[in-house]
Structures are given as structure tokens and as C-alpha cells.
């Protein structure tokens, strides 16, 4: 009989703290879903800061390459009129 109402006791005990128990969990899931939250939009935010430096480095190269189109035109355009000024001076000097 003592054994029964020990067994009787650590039952009630238990039943007791399930509520404390489950609040604790209740916790620890929330803390933890919260963790998974914050990883998530850190892993968001640096694919997003990755793809604004590959936009950005995109754009420098365009830039770049816009460039050195324009200086081969200047050079093609100055060794024209070069070329230009010493036909006519050329035909100057045949007058």
C-alpha cells in the first residue's frame, strides 16, 4: 500500500508540471523558430547584397568597355584628320 501511494504521489507531481513543461517548450520552439527567422532573412539579405555587387560590377565593366569604345573612336577620328591635314598639305605644296 505505501508503494501505491507513492506511485500515486510522483503521478500527481507529474501531471503538475506538464503545464510547466509544455510552456517551457512553448519557449524553446518559439526561441528556436525565431533563430531560424534571423538566419533566414541574413542568408536573404547577403544573396541580395551579392547580387547588387554583381549588378554593380556588371555595370563598371558595360562602363569600362563604353569607354574604350569611345577613346578607340577619338583615336581613329584624330589619325583621320591627320591623315586629312597632310593630304591637303600635300596638295598645297604641288600648287
Given at each position: 500500500?505505501?508503494?501505491?501511494?507513492?506511485?500515486?504521489?510522483t503521478?500527481?507531481?507529474?501531471?503538475?508540471?506538464?503545464?510547466?513543461?509544455?510552456?517551457?517548450?512553448?519557449?524553446?520552439?518559439?526561441?528556436?523558430?525565431?533563430?531560424?527567422?534571423?538566419?533566414?532573412?541574413?542568408?536573404?539579405?547577403?544573396?541580395?547584397?551579392?547580387?547588387?555587387?554583381?549588378?554593380?560590377?556588371e555595370?563598371?565593366?558595360?562602363?569600362?568597355?563604353?569607354?574604350?569604345?569611345?577613346e578607340?573612336?577619338?583615336?581613329?577620328?584624330?589619325?583621320?584628320?591627320?591623315?586629312?591635314?597632310?593630304?591637303?598639305?600635300?596638295?598645297?605644296?604641288?600648287r
Amino acid at each position: 500500500m505505501f508503494q501505491n501511494k507513492n506511485a500515486a504521489n510522483t503521478k500527481h507531481k507529474n501531471v503538475s508540471e506538464l503545464p510547466l513543461f509544455s510552456e517551457r517548450q512553448n519557449k524553446v520552439n518559439e526561441e528556436v523558430e525565431k533563430e531560424e527567422k534571423r538566419k533566414e532573412e541574413e542568408e536573404k539579405e547577403e544573396e541580395e547584397d551579392e547580387e547588387e555587387e554583381d549588378e554593380e560590377e556588371e555595370e563598371e565593366e558595360e562602363e569600362d568597355e563604353e569607354e574604350k569604345k569611345r577613346e578607340e573612336e577619338e583615336e581613329e577620328e584624330e589619325e583621320e584628320e591627320g591623315e586629312e591635314e597632310e593630304e591637303e598639305e600635300e596638295e598645297y605644296n604641288e600648287r
